[in-house]
Nanobody, 123 residues
């Protein structure tokens, strides 16, 4: 199995940028499709982005398309989420997740989850 640890969250003003990282240990990250999800207070967990094992294909939620970029470095066992042009509605706890199966926007397809990192965007 794999352990996931997110980092890079914080407080940023609207229009700013953050880069989240998700470091994996226990098993090589290249074995998994990876995804980012987020959950705001009082709301359900929401899909953000996903990337295939090789990194050749990505898919985004409409709400972040054009602003966020998911990428991975399998040699470093790390997945990234570059977030630009941040909006207050992006405020949430962000989670990375690993899936044995294909990349997906459905959270139940994921087998392992990190503990989350808080992102707060002020207006």
């Amino acid at each position: 199995q794999v352990q996931l640890v997110e980092s890079g969250g914080g407080l940023v003003q609207a229009g700013g940028s953050l880069r989240l990282s998700c470091a994996a240990s226990g098993r090589t990250l290249g074995s998994y499709a990876m995804g980012w999800f987020r959950q705001a207070p009082g709301k359900e967990r929401e899909f953000v982005a996903t990337i295939t094992r090789s990194g050749s294909s990505t898919y985004y939620a409409d709400s972040v398309k054009g602003r966020f970029t998911i990428s991975r470095d399998n040699g470093k066992n790390t997945v990234y989420l570059q977030m630009n042009s941040l909006k207050p509605e992006d405020t949430a706890v962000y989670y990375c997740a690993a899936s044995y199966s294909s990349s997906s926007s459905y959270f139940r397809n994921y087998d392992y989850w990190g503990q989350g990192t808080q992102v707060t965007v002020s207006s």
